[in-house]
Nanobody, 123 residues
Framework: QVRLVESGGGLVQAGGSLRLSCAASGSILSINRMGWYRQAPGKQRELVAAITSGGNTNYVGSVKGRFTISRDNAKNTVTLQMNSLKPEDTAVYYC?????????????????WGQGTQVTVSS
């Protein structure tokens, strides 16, 4: 009943920029935290950036000053602006939302994940 759809990944040279977007749809009541995770080959998935409904943000240290997360609460979207990209940013990026939604006439809560979008930064 709830979907997260990502867009905006691709191939970019080191120093370049990409913008990732994620839209949540379905029987959504509210979204608390939205975030972006990434997983590089052979590594564990890590939190890159997150933002609460009130606009509080946090970032993993390696992206601070380069990435900016923002959201539109009215549209249930979250965006990750990635600047000064480095080869080590190469990974599959996943959108995540901690939300409340309707399912089978019940209000449920939990995490929802997007399908992932590939970001490749060449040196």
């Amino acid at each position: 009943q709830v979907r997260l759809v990502e867009s905006g990944g691709g191939l970019v040279q080191a120093g370049g920029s990409l913008r990732l977007s994620c839209a949540a749809s379905g029987s959504i009541l509210s979204i608390n935290r939205m975030g972006w995770y990434r997983q590089a080959p052979g590594k564990q998935r890590e939190l890159v950036a997150a933002i609460t409904s009130g606009g509080n943000t946090n970032y993993v240290g390696s992206v601070k000053g380069r990435f900016t997360i923002s959201r539109d609460n009215a549209k249930n979207t979250v965006t990750l602006q990635m600047n000064s990209l480095k080869p080590e940013d190469t990974a599959v990026y996943y959108c995540n939302a901690d939300l409340r939604y309707y399912s089978d006439s019940y209000v449920r809560s939990g995490d929802c994940w997007g399908q992932g979008t590939q970001v490749t930064v060449s040196s």
